[in-house]
Every structure is written in structure tokens, then in C-alpha cells.
């Protein structure tokens, strides 16, 4: 078994026959990798009894569940309603020009992801965007790139 | 003088706008030996836009600070905090000590009943819950009440649903308790999902005791031993405040076992949610804390008969339960005082979008959106014009200006298209192309859907296709029909709300800006200059001062000019943000 096949075991095992764990249980494991790795399923199945499709079918219905490996820090873009009608829909392709993404939602050299979100609920400071936990708002395209170029930074040192 | 209070409102809202480094300063002097200050931290009063908000308390009154950085807080520690004397040039207002007199129209028009703690206690402490008759209405229901005369105070009061269906309280709980069953199971539904609303989100992060309360006396009146808070996981802050609440709760005896001791026995989960909108209906949320895929199922049978795990199952959303203590306690005659109509009580919006002063507000039912938008939000920035303010999110409509005098109750908003939804008003002004915002909308539950009814997983998809190609430019003049049959048919063939609004946003924008619709279509021009295939932004050379303040704003390099000099938009390098009409004090800037 591999480390990390023990380490996820280790995860899964406090949710074994608790009611409707689920969810919670590939929250638990999410927040530990910042995705769900391939091995998770088969584990669920042996130590929970939840068919791997079932898990796999829930993984892939919510949007939080994330699938493949995420930079090292996660910009969410709210566009809500109220984010909206104030411009994020210009932030967001000058974000993902500035940050050079193209095809996939993270960067080359694994610094940052961006995710489009509904809503953060700081609908009076929009537009507003998240990084990891810290919210910023009342973001202009410049305050957002500088933002993000300190953010970059603070990892560096 | 005896001791200062200084409160900092520590919510989302604040910490994003700056709050944390306030309060570190106040931290730093209050180290320094002043014994006689007590620091406390709330949820948010509501006036967001003038975050980050410090409040300073003292013998002879309350004073609130907007917008306050840590080199003011500085000066208002120095002056006002140590030396007694309020920095006024920066304060909102004086409030008198019982918080109801103001100054402000922010909040003159307002009546607190689900907010009355927040913004004004520590939310992290049960001790000042408790001072403020916290769990007294828990006490009263189980000493002085039973569960029929509690039902019967809830019915007489007239709440209805704060979620948004407006369903009568008293009769969901009476039914549930009606119900045939040994284990019944409480929902509290949290799972705010509407982009642009934010009530449910201050209210557990300014008050978690006062939803607990509400769901204490649902529990005992329904017979329910088991209950769960579905949370949206997008709200980290709301979720750390609810297990903190839970957990003291518990200490004191509220939850648990022989509850004040009695036989009554209930506790509460915490369920995060994982990000899916649909779960908001309550047959998805049941499915989804049972593990599964949240999708709605068929109804009847109903929750209260059969929900969680096929047991009876009573669920209510956030604000709701947080109203139940204050009606036990004044009373369903105080409660009817407020609102019109079938519509009894208070009701919290967000207010956001193109407004003054976004924030969280509570008014009686049947006040005007006018005065909620005018007179409360301080009407739309940079004299620009209203056009419409959207109601209900996803599931609802826009309203438009010769509406404005509408009252807000659930029958009046739902006659115009529109729903009332769980509270959220977006505020849209002659800048926000109605076409685009139905597009936003579709795109949005296109996106939810959780692909169960046909019409509503391929019936909202071709609306949506319909819409894109109009807003680029490629609209057909056959296009509006082909929407209205689709709304029609995607409305009543979807089993949950969800299917059944998602073509409200296209009704009411079909309805009240039909003509923008026939600008892109036929003119293949967007009247507000926001969809950026049909808008070319031009600087117009007699109205322009050569201020520069464009240029500046501009994040594409794309204005030339000098001082003096008039300025130019180079088109190729424009990215149609609108930024230079918005900062362009000559009105210089238009569309073309």
C-alpha cells in the first residue's frame, strides 16, 4: 500500500458507519490534498461499503469536490449578482490574462488556480475575489493584479 | 468616567474590508494598560458599505465610525476612546443607547427582529445573548407553553417563510407534529445559495444563538430529537460561529439531554454544504445530508411526513427560526404590528449592485422598494439612472423604475414576476444591459441544474444558447417566441423551484425591457453598452475636458490625450470594460 493509500485510510476510517458521511468524508480528504486523489474511491468503497460509483457520482455532482491536483493558492472569482453588474466579467479575462492561463484553470508553475464562484457573500464590496481565506474587495483590475503579485511574493520569502 | 466599550464589526464584510488591522491596533492599546476598555467584536451592524465599522460606547453614549483604517482608529483611541471626546468628523451617526433612534436615514426606516442582536453582541459569547433575554423564550415555551399553544402563537403571528416560498410556519410545524412517527428530524436550511444575497450569512455570523433558540422550541413543539444546519461551505466564518454556539449551547444545558431539565431531549449536526444551488430546495438539501446527490424528489409525500431518512422532517430557513424567539417573548400582537396585508412581520434584503449604500436591512413588509432603495440605500451611484432592481435571484425578475412604489410583500412582488425570494436586491442602473443580466441568470441555473427534468437540463441550456447568440449579435427576430415557449414549457414541466423560475429572469426582462431586446437583435446594438461584441466606446470631443482621468483609469493603455489635449480611445486595444465612462465626470463617454 502506498503512503499516501495509508494516509487517506487513515482519513476515511473515523466516518465508517456513521449515516450519510458521504459528503463529509470526501470533504475530509479534500482538505487534507486540495482534491480528491484517484485511490480515495476504492478506499471509501473497502472501509465505508459506498460503492465507488456512488462516491464518484457524488464527487462529481457538487462543485467543491475537485478531482485533479490544485496550485498553491486558489483564487475564487466571485461572480454573484451583484459582482457581476459591477464588472467581474472583465476581471475575469484580465485575471486569466495576467496569470497566462489558457486552457486549464491553474498555472504552469502551480502558483495559483482560479475558480469561478457564485457567491462569497460580500455582495456590498463587489466586485470581490478569495484567495485561499482572505476575501478582497473592491477590486479594480489594477488593485487585482497587485493583489495577486503580493500574494505571489509572500510565498517567495 | 466608568468603561469604554469599543466594538469592531467582525464579519465576512468587515475582515475583507480591513477590520483585522483595526482591531490589532486596539489590541495593542489596550495592552498598553487602559483597563477601563472592553474590546468587542460583532457581526455585522449592516451598513457594509461604510465597513470596516467601529463603534465606541461610553457613559454618555454610542458613537459609530465608518470606514475606519488603523491611522484612524489611532486618533479615535487617542481622543474619543482615552480623552472622551468623539471624532464627529468621522462618525455615522449617534445612536441613543437603546439602539433605535438614529440620526441617518440608514436606519430610520428600519425595524430589527431577526437582526436585534446583530451587529451588536459578540457573537462568540453566550453570556451576551443571555443578557439580552437570550433563551428566555426557550424557558417560557417550556415552562409556561405547550406545544399546540405554541403553534398557536406562531400561526396567530402570521410569519411566513423566510426562504422564500412564504409558506406559513405554524401550519409546517403543525403538521409535522401531527405527523405519525417515533423519530422526527429539524432542518435548519442555511445552504444560501441566491448570488447577491448575504442575509442568512450576517445573521449566523452576528446572532448563531438566536437561530439555535428558534430551532430549540421547533424541536420541542414538533417532537424532535435530532436536528441539522445545512451550511453553505462557501461561509467558513458562519460555520466556526455555529460550532462555537452549539458547543456552549450544550455547556449550559440548552441542547442535549433533559434540556433545562426536562424530559426534552435535541442536539444539532452541522452539515457543511459542498456547492450545489439546488440544495437550497429542501428535498435536494434532505438527499444531500443523506449522502447522496442532491436532487430534488417528487412531492407529495412532503417532508413533514416523510423527509430525512424517511422520517417526519420540519425544515426552515435561517431567518426564520431566528424570528420564533423574539415572537414568543412579545408576542403574535406585537409581530402582526409590522407589515401589511397577508404579509406579517419584518424582512431582511441585501442590498447591492449599483447602490450607495449596500448593505443588510431590515424593514416591516409592505415598505416600498423605493424607500429601500432611495431612501435606506441612498439611491444609485454617480447620478446615474435606475433602471430595474432584481428580486429572488435565479428563480425571480426584475423590476423596473414605474414599479418602484411596490410594496414588499409576497403577493405584490409575485404579481409582477418577480418572487421575494430569501432577501437578496440587486440594484441595476442604465449601465446593466437587461439582456445580459437574463443571460447571466440562465447561464447560472443552466449550470445548477441538477439535470433530473429534461426541460429543465436542455430546455435552459437552449434559452441560454438563444441568449448568447443575441447578445453577440446574432439574434433572430423569431428568437423572443422561441424563448417564451421554452419558459413556458420548461416552467411546468420541472419538478422543483429551480426548473420552475429559471425562466423568470427572461419573463420579466421580456416584459419590461422588450425594446432592449429588438436594440440587439434588430439594431444589433446594446442600449447600455455592456455586451462588448455590439459596443464601441467613443469619447466624445466637445464634451471631453482632457481631465485625464480615463487615461488613468484605463487598464489597457487604450486612451491617449494630454492635458489640454482631447482624449481618443484606441479601439484595438480597448477591452470594452466601461471603466472610463464610469470615472468620466463630463458625461464624455458614451457607446457607439
Redesign the interface.
Known sequence: MTSKAKDIREIVAPFKGI??????V??AVQNVYGYLPEETFPIIEEEMG?PSSKAY??AT?????RLSPVGKHIVKLC????C????SQ?LL??LRDHLGLKDFDSTEDGAFTLEI??????????P?MMID?????NL???KMKDIIESVRKEGDD | MSRTIVRIGYASCGIAAGAKDVLSVVERRMKKGSRKVQLQKTGCIGICFDEPIVEVINDLGQWTYRKVDPARMERIYDEHVLGGVPVYEWTVGELSTDGKKAEKPVFEHQRRIALRNTGVIDPESIEAYLERQGYKALEKVIREMNPDSVIKEIMDSGLRGRGGAGFPTGLKWSFCKKAAGDKKYLICNADEGDPGAFMDRNLLEGDPHSVLEGMIIAAHTIGASEGYIYCRAEYPLAIRRLKIAIEQAREKGYLGDSILGTDLSFDIRLKEGAGAFVCGEETALIASIEGERGMPRIRPPFPAEAGLWGKPTNNNNVETYANIPWIILMGAKEFQKFGIKSSRGTKVFSLAGKINRGGLVEVPMGTTLRRIIFEIGGGIPGDRKFKAVQLGGPSGGCIPTHLLDTPVDYESIMAHGAIMGSGGMVVMDENTCMVEIARYFLSFTQNESCGKCTFCRVGTLRMLEILERITRGDGRESDIDELKDLAELIRTSSLCGLGQGAPNPVLTTLKYFENEYHAHIVEKKCPAGACRELTTFIIDEEACRACGLCRKACPSDAIEGKPGVKHVIVQDRCIKCGSCREVCPFDAVGTG
Open positions: 449515516p450519510g458521511a458521504t459528503i463529509p470526501l470533504q459506498i457520482g457524488v455532482f457538487y462543485a467543491q469536490f461572480d454573484g449578482t451583484a457581476h453588474v459591477k464588472g472583465t479575462s484580465s464562484v457564485a457567491c462569497l457573500g460580500c455582495c456590498s464590496l463587489a470581490v481565506d482572505v476575501t478582497y474587495g479594480t483590475i489594477e
